[in-house]
């Protein structure tokens, strides 16, 4: 027998699909589904989150507006719902966290300006992130994290942070886990960060990084205990230190506890008017920066060029370019090698 349900469902199936995007006035705390753009600004000061994510394959557009409220609050609150999408223009302003993802796959969050808020956008144990074309603007801590914590079977790959432009904050973006691995990071612009611009840590590997553009910062890129990373035809200016590979202690991502910084690769980089363009090892905790590698790369007008501090092994810097530097290298490590380079005369 047939049902007249049955004979509608293939209907209904069609209309649900082609559903028009509409705009819809929005209240604090409510969770939305399908496709929602806002009608209004929206300012919340109270309850847990501002919007929350009811369901798999949500798409809120922020139709030009501002998403505002307190630090007691999450702006957009993702965690657990696959392919969302959270898109400007607009502006999310004021939270404790602006969007936060978790056990998520396909989050996507384009063209939205993230400003005064203490995280721009955190994703734990997420897969196939896409985050472009957005601007973070003084975000007291970190502006983009992806994370896997300890006890959690879940991994978190596959991301693109790319065309970000982050402009004040104490870091820019952090990869974090040993079960972080497999992002791109590409073009993003970031300046005056108070900490590290581009932070992999806790044992996160095979990620690649390219062209991004750092200055004004504490330090452009950290590798406290990564591995296998590839990094290529970065800029760092201006700042303290380039690039700093040192021994951490685990922090709250670590599963194994391994503290080694090993096998990074690093080619093309160009590190103007630094402090120290790069600095592998010192006062760190236990383990070693063992078996990177600084390749090819510019190393123009910094106070020393460089640092291979005691707990550095078996490390290769050569074919670099190191004009305009004071202490082109200074080396108390083990079996590093340093040459061939070119230096100012009368050489390195």
């Known amino acids: 027998m047939i049902r007249p349900i049955d004979v509608l469902r293939p209907l209904l199936a069609l209309l649900f699909v082609a559903a028009p995007f509409h705009a819809a006035a929005q209240s604090c705390g409510d969770f939305l589904g399908g496709t929602v753009a806002l009608s209004g600004d929206l300012h919340c000061t109270s309850g847990y989150t501002a919007l929350g994510v009811g369901a798999s394959g949500t798409t809120i557009n922020l139709n030009g507006h501002t998403?505002?409220?307190?630090?007691?609050?999450?702006?957009?609150?993702?965690?657990?719902?696959?392919?969302?999408?959270?898109?400007?223009p607009g502006r999310i302003t004021g939270f404790w966290i602006g969007v936060r993802g978790g056990n998520t796959r396909a989050l996507r969050v384009r063209n939205v300006r993230f400003e005064n808020l203490a995280s721009g956008i955190s994703n734990n144990h997420g897969n196939d992130v896409v985050i472009a074309d957005n601007e973070f603007i003084n975000i007291d801590g970190v502006g983009v994290s992806l994370r896997t914590t300890p006890f959690n079977s879940r991994h978190g790959t596959n991301g693109v942070i790319v065309d970000n432009w982050f402009d004040g904050g104490m870091t820019a973006i952090q990869l974090c886990g040993m079960n972080t691995y497999g992002h791109t990071v590409r073009y993003n612009r970031i300046t005056n960060q108070s900490w590290v611009a581009i932070e992999l840590s806790d044992e996160t590997s095979r990620n690649t990084l390219f062209g991004n553009d750092v200055?004004?910062?504490?330090?452009?890129?950290?590798?406290?205990?990564a591995r296998e990373n590839t990094i290529r035809s970065e800029r760092y200016t201006h700042s303290t230190l380039g690039i700093w590979m040192v021994s951490q202690p685990p922090g709250a991502c670590v599963n194994s506890g391994s503290m080694d910084v090993v096998n990074n690769r690093m080619?093309?980089?160009?590190?103007?008017?630094?402090?120290?363009?790069?600095?592998?090892?010192?006062?760190?905790?236990?383990?070693?920066?063992?078996?990177?590698?600084?390749?090819?790369?510019?190393?123009?007008?910094?106070?020393?060029?460089?640092?291979?501090?005691?707990?550095?092994?078996?490390?290769?810097?050569?074919?670099?370019?190191?004009?305009?530097?004071?202490?082109?290298?200074?080396?108390?490590?083990?079996?590093?090698t340093t040459t061939p380079n070119w230096c100012d005369p009368p050489g390195c």
């Open 67 to 88: 998403l505002s409220g307190s630090r007691a609050l999450i702006g957009i609150d993702a965690v657990g719902y696959d392919n969302v999408t959270i898109r400007g």
């Open 215 to 225: 200055d004004n910062s504490y330090a452009g890129l950290a590798l406290f205990n």
């Open 267 to 336: 080619e093309g980089m160009s590190l103007f008017n630094l402090d120290v363009a790069a600095m592998l090892g010192g006062a760190g905790a236990g383990g070693l920066v063992l078996k990177n590698r600084l390749n090819r790369s510019k190393i123009y007008d910094n106070d020393y060029g460089l640092v291979l501090e005691s707990d550095s092994y078996g490390n290769v810097a050569v074919q670099n370019a190191m004009f305009g530097t004071t202490t082109p290298i200074q080396d108390t490590g083990t079996a590093n």
